[in-house]
Nanobody, 117 residues
Framework: QVQLVESGGGLVQAGGSLRLSCAASGSMFSIYNMAWYRQAPGKQRELVARISRLGRIFTADSVKGRFTISRDNTKNTVYLQMNSLKSEDTAVYYC???????????WGQGTQVTVSS
């Protein structure tokens, strides 16, 4: 099972950009479907974007056109490029990896993103 470590969060002004990274340790990263979730205070965790092991992408409507998910299997890393950030994007962002069968499902510890208006 891979272990996931997020980085790249921080404080940014509205309209700014950040790039989150999620580095996976261990083997078999390429078989994992990867995703970014976020959880704002007092709200449920929500899916932001997903990229399958074959590169198929889903992006939530709330961030479509502003956020882009990508992966580099040679670096065992998945990224979330976030542009045109809004205050409502403020949340803890979590990286998730799950296999097709669901028998391996792992989360990172989260990274805080704060957007000031």
């Amino acid at each position: 099972q891979v272990q996931l470590v997020e980085s790249g969060g921080g404080l940014v002004q509205a309209g700014g950009s950040l790039r989150l990274s999620c580095a996976a340790s261990g083997s078999m990263f390429s078989i994992y479907n990867m995703a970014w979730y976020r959880q704002a205070p007092g709200k449920q965790r929500e899916l932001v974007a997903r990229i399958s092991r074959l590169g198929r992408i889903f992006t939530a409507d709330s961030v479509k056109g502003r956020f882009t998910i990508s992966r580099d299997n040679t670096k065992n890393t998945v990224y979330l490029q976030m542009n045109s950030l809004k205050s409502e994007d403020t949340a803890v962002y979590y990286c998730n990896g799950v296999t097709d069968r669901g028998d391996r499902d792992t989360w990172g510890q989260g990274t805080q993103v704060t957007v000031s208006s």
